[in-house]
C-alpha cells in the first residue's frame, strides 16, 4: 500500500476528517486552444461540469441504442464479470468496459470533438480510464448515493491527481422522473475525506449500493447550501454532459415508466497514470479502472 505521507487526498479513514480545499487544477489547459469556448472553460472551471442539449441526432442515437439492445441481448455478454445488476434482482445496474467490447461504442469514445474538450481541459493526451453505462429500467431502476468519482478511483485504483473527465451520452431522454443525473455545483474545488477502512474487493457490494466513500451529510447540506441547490441536467436523447472527476454527484430512483441509460467514457490524461491503490491491498480488475493500456487516443476518422 501506498505510503500515507505520499498521499495528498487522504479517505477512507477511521475518525471522521473535515472537507479541505482541493490541490490541484481544475483547468490544465488553454482555454483558447479546443473545441470549447472560453466561457464554456469558464463555466466548467466554476461549476464542475457541462451540459450539451442534443449533442447526437436521433440518426446516431438509434445506432447506439441498437448496439445497446445487441450486447444486453447476448447471453455470453450478461453473465461477464464487468455486468453489475440490481441489488436483489437480474436487472443490470451497469456495464463496464463497453468500449471494449463493441468497436461502435470504441469509436464514440474516439469522437474527435470529445477527445477535443478531453484534451482542452486536462492539457494534455488521454486514455480511457474506464467506461460504462449505467441502466435505470421503469419503475426499477434504483438510485445512486452521492460520491465524488475521484474519491473511489484515489482509494481503490491509485489515481492521484485530479485529472480526468466524464463525458456522460444521454442514450433515452433523461427528465425529473426518470432518475437524471444530480450534481452539486462547485463541489469540485473541495475534497471530502470519507469515513470507513475498505476491504478488498470492496466493488462487490458498492457497485450495487454504495456505502463506503459517501460524503458525510453535515459536509453535503453545507456544500448544497453554498451552491444554491442541487443541478440536474435534462434533455433529449443524444445530449451530453461532461463533469469533472471531483464534482460530487447522484441519483434518484427510476419513479417513471420510462428507462433511462446513459454512456459514460472517462477521460484521464497520460500524465496521471494510476499507481498501487492508496486504501486497498490491491487494484480493483482492470474493466473498472485501465491499468496496461496507456495509448493516448487517437480520433476515429
Not at 483547468?27 to 463555466?43: C, F, K, M, T
Not at 443490470?92 to 461502435?104: D, L, P, Q, Y
Not at 456522460?168 to 452539486?184: C, V
Not at 474487493?201 to 451529510?217: F, H
Request: overall charge negative; hydrophobic content about 35%.
Amino acid at each position: 500500500m501506498v505510503d500515507i505521507k505520499q498521499d495528498i487526498y487522504p479517505t477512507r479513514t477511521r475518525e471522521h476528517v473535515d472537507m479541505f480545499p482541493r490541490l490541484d487544477p481544475v483547468i490544465y489547459g488553454n482555454a483558447d486552444q479546443g473545441p470549447l469556448s472560453r466561457e464554456q472553460v469558464e463555466r466548467y472551471d466554476r461549476d464542475g461540469f457541462l451540459f450539451f442539449d442534443g449533442w447526437l441526432d436521433d440518426d446516431a442515437v438509434r445506432v447506439f441504442r441498437e448496439e445497446l439492445r445487441r450486447l444486453s441481448d447476448n447471453p455470453t455478454v450478461r453473465n461477464s464479470e464487468g455486468v453489475i445488476t440490481e441489488p436483489g434482482s437480474d436487472e443490470v445496474r451497469s456495464f463496464f468496459a463497453v468500449h471494449r467490447r463493441s468497436r461502435i461504442f470504441d469509436r464514440l469514445s474516439r469522437h474527435p470533438q470529445l477527445l477535443g474538450m478531453a484534451r482542452q481541459l486536462l492539457g494534455s493526451d488521454v486514455y480511457v480510464h474506464q467506461s460504462r453505462i449505467n441502466y435505470k429500467p421503469g419503475f426499477r431502476g434504483k438510485g445512486f448515493a452521492w460520491h465524488s468519482d475521484f474519491e473511489t478511483w484515489h482509494a481503490e485504483d491509485g489515481m492521484p491527481h485530479m485529472r480526468a473527465v466524464s463525458a456522460s451520452i444521454i442514450l433515452t431522454d433523461n427528465h425529473l422522473f426518470n432518475g437524471p443525473l444530480m450534481l452539486i455545483p462547485g463541489s469540485h474545488k473541495v475534497f471530502i475525506p470519507c469515513a470507513g477502512e475498505t476491504p478488498d474487493d470492496n466493488y462487490r457490494t458498492s457497485l450495487k449500493k454504495q456505502e463506503l466513500g459517501v460524503p458525510d451529510e453535515d459536509s453535503l447540506a453545507r456544500l448544497i447550501n453554498e451552491a444554491g441547490g442541487i443541478r440536474a441536467p435534462t434533455g433529449p436523447s443524444g445530449s451530453l454532459l461532461l463533469f469533472e472527476c471531483n464534482t460530487l454527484h447522484g441519483s434518484n430512483a427510476n419513479m417513471s415508466p420510462d428507462p433511462r441509460s446513459n454512456v459514460f467514457f472517462v477521460y484521464n490524461s497520460v500524465h496521471n497514470l494510476p499507481r498501487h491503490p492508496y486504501r486497498v491491498s490491491r487494484p480493483r480488475p482492470d474493466f473498472l479502472g485501465e491499468r496496461e493500456d496507456f495509448t493516448p487516443l487517437k480520433a476515429a476518422a
